[in-house]
């Protein structure tokens, strides 16, 4: 699980129900530097990339 020690949540200003899509597919080669896991990715119906959520991917 990723944790940044930067973060301090504040609350929400805005939330409202939204209609995407959602690809899962599999990314890896199996090796220890690459592995093999679901990818989800979140899309607009016009085919924009909005979102992805790559379980080995740590941003900093």
Known sequence: MCQSKN?????TDSAKVIQVIETISIRGIGTDTDPVRAV????N???KLLAESDPFICEE
């Open 40 to 43: 989800k990715q979140f899309w």
């Open 7 to 11: 973060v301090r949540p504040r609350g």
């Open 45 to 47: 119906f016009e085919g």
